[in-house]
């Protein structure tokens, strides 16, 4: 079990992730703001001057605990969010993942490589046994990319969030390394092969 200090460059076919630098954080900053990626993430008061973020993003090669990397267009380059793996307990061989997709790259199967790409560094390069997240409920976009990859519901908070005016609940879920070893992000295709070979 290695730390996340080493921040890989990991290819698919959609997308390219890859280290941030400081030069990132103006197209986070639009990330950020999107209507949607506020609807689902952080807490809606906070603020993120151009300055904090060019900071946040320029030291994200730094941290040994944590590993951040931009979601890039394999096609144009054009950086269009953020996978994280954090919150990373050595002993237990565990972190928890977080993602956003700004609005240039929904809907074409970017968010969802992404995922399998940190998830399968995670359990294939770092070691890692667990890897848990938490998401809105009332964002099926995201939990829906989340089953895709493996991810398996381990329960809700019930209305934990009071947002836009509404009661909100957390899902929580996870995915184990035998879980990763299995299907490989890919549990709906393995099941398929799996009722077919009976």
């Not at 770092?126 to 398996?152: D, M, S, T, W």
Request: hydrophobic share 40%.
């Amino acid at each position: 079990m290695s730390d996340f200090s080493v921040k890989p460059v990991l290819t698919g076919d959609l997308t390219v992730l890859r280290p941030f630098t400081e030069d990132d954080a103006a197209v986070m900053a639009e990330i950020i703001e999107d209507p949607e990626v506020l609807r689902f993430t952080g807490d809606p008061g906070e603020e993120f001057p151009l300055e904090r973020l060019r900071s946040w993003y320029g030291s994200r090669s730094e941290q040994s605990d944590r590993l951040d990397l931009a979601v890039t267009d394999r096609a144009t380059g054009e950086l269009v969010g953020e996978v994280v793996l954090y919150e990373w307990d050595a002993t237990a061989r565990g972190c928890t993942f977080r993602t956003l997709v700004g609005p240039r790259g929904r809907g074409r199967g970017i968010g969802t490589e992404a995922t399998r790409l940190i998830v399968g560094h995670g359990f294939e390069q770092l070691g890692l046994h667990r890897i848990q997240l938490e998401a809105y409920g009332h964002n099926p976009r995201a939990l829906r990319v989340y089953e895709k990859v493996g991810f398996v519901v381990e329960g809700v908070r019930r209305e934990a969030d009071l947002r836009d005016g509404e009661w909100r609940d957390w899902v929580m879920m996870a995915i184990l390394d035998r879980e990763w070893a299995a299907h490989r992000g890919h549990p709906d295709l393995t099941a398929a092969l799996n009722s077919t070979a009976r």
